[in-house]
């Protein structure tokens, strides 16, 4: 199968990703949290970084769990600090627990976080593979960012809309091309 340039075909877990998750719209609040807590741990790192150690992730945060996540302490932000499986930077833990209770009052906000999404989506695909950033990825962003969640640039947004389905950015040469 001929797949997008950035899968790396030798890691399962990429291919995986990348034939049966990635680009699929997906409105599952569950999901949504936790696509975004891992987008917010990729800045300035690779997806296959982050993909590699997403069971692990998920272990440590409770399952994305988001009522147990909002609680965290400092006992578990140590805890998280020290687990070798992990990417291990204290501002992105900090910032995936502020994240989370921001994330649980726009769930309450708008019914959903998925309904706060379509609320900039309007239920709209983007078709486009050519970009990085977008005006759908500015807007969102710059709306979390004066919420008061961190690690939500713009290309992080972009790229969280791509795995959740919002924006459909499989490359030319790959099987999984399609236009509108």
């Known amino acids: ?14 291919v995986d990703y990348h034939d049966h998750e990635w680009g699929i719209p997906n409105h599952d ?4 949290y936790e696509m975004l807590i891992l987008e917010s741990f990729q800045a300035g790192l690779s997806w296959e970084c982050v993909l590699n ?4 992730f998920k272990k440590a945060y409770d399952n994305f769990d988001i009522n147990k996540v909002i609680k965290y302490d400092d006992n578990k932000i140590n805890e998280l600090l020290s687990n070798k499986n992990l990417i ?9 627990i502020k994240n989370s209770i921001i994330f649980k009052s726009i769930q309450k906000e708008y019914g959903s976080f998925d309904n706060y999404l379509r ?3 309007k239920d709209k695909i983007i078709y486009e593979n050519d970009k990085i950033t977008n005006e759908l990825s500015d807007n969102i962003s710059n709306d979390l960012y004066k919420r008061g969640m961190r690690f939500v640039g713009s290309t992080i947004i972009y790229s969280y809309l791509q795995a959740i389905g919002v924006i459909y950015s499989h490359t030319n040469e790959c099987d999984m091309y399609k236009e509108k």
Not at 29 to 32: A, G, P, R, S
Request: charged share 30%; aromatic share 12%.
């Open 119 to 121: 609320h900039y989506t």
């Open 1 to 14: 199968m001929n797949r997008c340039s950035w899968c790396n075909n030798n890691n399962p877990i990429y």
């Open 29 to 32: 609040d569950k999901y949504l």
């Open 88 to 96: 291990r930077n204290k501002l992105k833990i900090k910032a995936s």
């Open 53 to 56: 150690k997403r069971e692990s």
